[in-house]
């Protein structure tokens, strides 16, 4: 009896023991297919960073949105600035990335949304952000950690008769499929990896290859530009296995990548 | 009779690889086979194959998520010159199924016309003369050299414009190789192997998929070895048995004259047929052709499951009659 009672003891105490004190919402953390990934908060401003790319700040493209709070009360007008710099080590050289110039309030999903892309990965680097809403509050140089993913893709190449570096990021599929894919591309240009600017009213012409059965497909749509950058086609993968996108792209009358062309890498199922 | 019989299941086990990927070039068949009374044969094939996967470049198996299939008719017809030399033509028809979404789901057409023959220098239980007597040989197998010539008559990767209306390779294919028979229990058990080597020559693209090209793309397939090794086993005069271990080897293909990287192919598969006799110039041979789906037992191929229905209709030589 008495080894009864302890026993019961140690169950009551296990189970209340591992209870939270306070009861959570799944619903706060989640909102139009995005959930909170980061907080930064100082001097009574607050910015919530939400993603529906990935549970953190990820290598590659990243669609993102922000809530932003003030004194607790929560802003739907206005814009959000937000920078992002990689930093080679305290005084070394750093980059930015290219990202949405403002991030405009979406009522649908109650967030400012726009996009990132982590066009590089450093384990010995670190990353800090600038925040700003509307001008009006700001939050400088909180660092964030950034994790690698091992599905995004990131082409980067310079043109010597244009004196630009050229950034071509795959915003989806990360994970194509046998049949037709939905192919969507960011195209932006550089001059140094400090500003960027949204590359449209380019043209694409796509070729999905097989290299290691030395085939390619038909079905394919050539993506074309729907704005801020984004281009949008159809690549079709009619087998399991590796397949090359190679993607051309002529910018002013021009080509502006190379030959070969930038080539994306997937491994299809 | 008997070795009629063993003859024709050696002509089913030769079956080229089949197979529904069809940007892999469908429409390949199989050449006829005569023995040596034989004059002339003709075949009408059929065939349902059913794609279950792909060896990836790392030979890894894939599993194919969707319905793709091929069913083949062919017809095919072999004649026999001489005691040595015979020829043999085939010509399918094709037809491709695909449930992958948003994509056209069938295709149809003519396959590659495929030309072919082999001389025998030796036939088994050949009766000689030794001494003034005749004797019949014991010793020696049944030996030939094959050859064959793939045309292009289907319609391949640079006109179709979707998956399921290729029904041919698109370039000129040649072969050469050796079939070797010997009995290991007279008019009962056999042993037959067969070794060809296929070369096939640079095709130069005008479109790819329907789509015109700007640029050079010439394209040559690897050379490829073919292997069969039969076991056959004859019940009676009605019925008989045959299993056989098959495959082939293919190097890398080139583009515009580089090698394609880690782009050699290789499979084996499996056969058993059977042969039903039901009178003396008629044959049906029911087989299926199988491989195992799982890692390493091919590299850059897909595999697939067939069966197939030949109807044989078999000319006696006429000289012998």
């Avoid at chain 2, 009408?44 to 059913?50: A, N, V």
């Avoid at chain 2, 789901?105 to 003369?129: C, L, P, T, W």
């Avoid at chain 2, 005749?134 to 006109?159: C, H, M, N, Q, V």
């Avoid at chain 2, 890692?295 to 499951?305: L, Q, R």
Wanted: glycine share 8%.
């Amino acid at each position: 009896m008495k080894y009864l009672t302890y026993f019961t003891l140690v169950v009551i105490t296990l189970y209340f023991g591992c209870q939270s004190d306070t009861p959570t919402d799944p619903g706060a953390n989640q909102t139009g297919g995005y959930s909170k990934i980061h907080t930064v908060e100082s001097n009574g401003t607050k910015f919530e960073v939400w993603s529906s790319s990935s549970s953190n700040f990820i290598y590659g493209y990243n669609n993102i949105g922000f809530k932003v709070f003030i004194n607790n009360n929560e802003k739907t007008t206005g814009f959000v600035k937000f920078k992002a710099t990689m930093y080679h080590g305290i005084n070394g050289p750093s980059h930015t990335v290219p990202s949405k110039d403002n991030f405009y309030y979406d009522s649908q999903t109650q967030l400012f949304k726009g996009y990132i892309v982590f066009i590089m990965y450093d384990t010995a680097a670190f990353w800090a952000a600038d925040y700003n809403y509307n001008n009006e509050a700001q939050i400088d140089s909180s660092v964030f950690p950034l994790y690698m993913n091992d599905l995004s893709q990131i082409k980067v190449w310079d043109n010597i008769i244009t004196e630009r570096i050229y950034i071509l990021s795959l915003v989806s599929p990360l994970s194509p499929r046998v049949g037709l894919n939905d192919i969507e591309l960011m195209l932006h240009e550089s001059n140094g990896l400090v500003t960027y600017r949204e590359l449209d009213s380019a043209e694409m012409f796509i070729k999905p290859w097989m290299e290691s059965m030395g085939h390619g497909s038909g079905n394919n749509v050539n993506p074309v530009n729907l704005g801020g950058g984004m281009y949008k086609g159809t690549a079709n993968f009619t087998m399991a296995g590796e397949w090359f996108l190679y993607d051309s792209i002529k910018y002013n009358g021009q080509f502006i990548t190379k030959t070969p062309p930038p080539k994306f890498i997937f491994d299809v199922y | 009779m008997k070795i009629k019989i063993l003859t024709l299941i050696i002509f089913f086990l030769c079956a080229d690889n089949l197979f529904p990927c069809n940007s892999c070039g469908g429409g390949t068949s199989d050449l006829a086979i005569l023995s040596l009374d034989g004059r002339a044969l003709f075949n009408l094939g059929f065939s349902y194959d059913h794609y279950n996967g792909v060896w990836d470049k790392d030979g890894l198996w894939r599993s194919n998520q969707y319905t793709q299939t091929q069913y083949k008719i062919s017809l095919s017809a072999a004649y026999r010159i001489s005691t040595h030399l015979q020829f043999a033509v085939s010509l399918p028809f094709i037809y491709n199924y695909s449930s992958i979404p948003r994509l056209k789901n069938s295709g149809a057409g003519i396959g590659d016309f495929i030309i072919g023959g082999r001389y025998e220098f030796f036939h088994e239980f050949q009766v000689s003369k030794k001494g003034g007597k005749p004797r019949i040989d014991r010793t020696l197998p049944y030996l030939a050299l094959t050859f064959g010539l793939t045309l292009p008559t289907g319609k391949s990767e640079e006109t179709a414009e979707n998956d399921v209306d290729i029904t041919g390779k698109g370039y000129y294919t040649t072969s050469l190789g050796i079939s070797l028979t010997k009995s290991i229990i007279r008019s009962r058990l056999q042993l037959t192997t067969d070794f060809n080597w296929q070369h096939s020559f640079e095709k130069n693209y005008k479109s790819y998929f329907g789509v015109p090209l700007s640029s050079d793309f010439r394209k040559c397939p690897g050379d490829k070895f073919n292997y069969s090794v039969s076991m056959n086993y004859i019940f009676n005069s009605w019925h008989a048995l045959a299993v056989s271990a098959s495959g082939f080897a293919q190097s890398n293909y080139t583009i515009n004259d580089v090698s394609g990287q880690n782009s050699a192919e290789r499979t084996t598969n499996f056969v058993l047929a059977y042969t039903y006799y039901p009178s003396i110039p008629f044959r049906i041979t029911p087989s299926i052709k199988w491989t195992f789906p799982t890692d390493n037992f091919g590299k850059n191929a897909p595999g697939s499951t067939t069966f197939n229905l030949n109807l044989t209709y078999y000319f006696s030589d006429l000289n012998k009659n």
